[in-house]
């Protein structure tokens, strides 16, 4: 190994080097150009490339959109009338999906499938998701409800176990 790491030292190579330029041949100058070029394009393409850095933290820009001066009654209303427009794409959502599973029942149908078991274990299932989800619900409002607090509800919404 001592001899090895002897061959390689950087004083053996300058010295190499040295005695490769100083020694007598015909492409001597040729050959250290054709070195000098190849090293420098390489140098040149890596310098090109694009290197990966961390990536720019994201702008966040915050907007105060509602008034300072709103009274209870505007801010209840507001939240009223963003829970009317979330239940009406709500409907338009599941009025897609019903027409989606009905088209998968047609073709279910056309390949012998038993669609009627298949569609009363998925109703099952959506019920089953429903009551979890209503019992999740009126679990946060009985967390972070204050004592004595009364829920506002809105008098055109359906009726639901939240109450």
Request: no cysteine; charged share 25%; glycine share 6%.
């Amino acid at each position: 190994m001592k001899v090895f790491l002897s061959n390689v030292s950087p004083r053996r190579a300058v010295i190499d080097l040295w005695n490769v330029l100083g020694a007598p041949s015909e492409f001597r100058w040729p050959g250290f150009l054709m070195a000098a070029m190849v090293t420098g394009s390489i140098f040149w393409l890596m310098m090109g490339q694009e290197g990966r850095a961390l990536p720019q933290m994201p702008k966040i820009i915050y907007i105060n959109s509602w008034r300072a001066d709103r009274s209870d009654a505007e801010i209840i209303a507001g939240n009223i009338a963003a829970a009317r427009k979330a239940r009406a794409e709500q409907a338009e959502e599941d009025r897609r999906d019903a027409d989606i599973r009905h088209m998968y029942k047609a073709v279910g149908a056309a390949t012998g499938l038993d669609t009627d078991t298949m569609a009363k274990q998925a109703d099952a299932e959506r019920a089953a998701d429903a009551r979890a989800k209503a019992a999740h619900d009126k679990a946060l409002i009985q967390r972070y409800l204050p004592k004595g607090a009364k829920l506002v509800v809105d008098p055109d919404a359906p009726a639901s176990g939240t109450e």
